[in-house]
């Protein structure tokens, strides 16, 4: 089968490749796709190198909260889970399995193992609370330490900064994640609650704003 214009690869990141129809999401008031979030964390990783922090592509945590049994997850060992001081997960509504990048919301679970907490980010209400519950379930089995025996706690952060429209749960997944990453490399001391404040202070409107212009004006450019 021939390959269409929006199959063009424009660029290739990492392990990551974006294609024309990425940036036509980009140019448009739509729902990121799993490619673009998957692109933001990987770039997030290699700006702000750290061998304890572990940001999971949208493909894999979908996975993980959608697997059949138990048994089966131990092929997420390569992650190495028990290993990492902060993980980001990225969560996302879809419930069908045969479709793939379906969902219509992203939220944001993260686990900080010094507080042994499994912190979650909705940016629309509590939206996403569940998928986020299911995998915290999953994981938790897998994320036990020398110094983490508990199972951890889940909580639902009720400050996280509420978008204004349909379509910005991405920006406010990768916001947020940029946030929180960026308070737990900081050498300086960590005010009390982890990173909630920071979250709170950083994400607003107005930064979201500046990011759609930016995100705007750059898909008018061939990367």
Known sequence: ????????????????VLQQLDLHILSEPEFLNDRIIEFYLSYLHSQFPSLDILLVPPSVSFWITKCPNVESIKHVEPLKLPEKKLIIFPVNDNTDLTKAEGGNHWSLLAFERDTNLYVHHASLGGYNTCHAKRLYEAVVPHMESSTTKSCGRFVECSSTPQQKNGYHCGLYFLAIARVIWLWDSSSGPKEEGLWYSSVEQQVTPSVLTHTTTIKENHSTHNL
């Open 1 to 16: 089968m021939a390959k269409t214009a929006e199959e063009d690869i424009i660029l290739s990141y990492n392990d990551v």
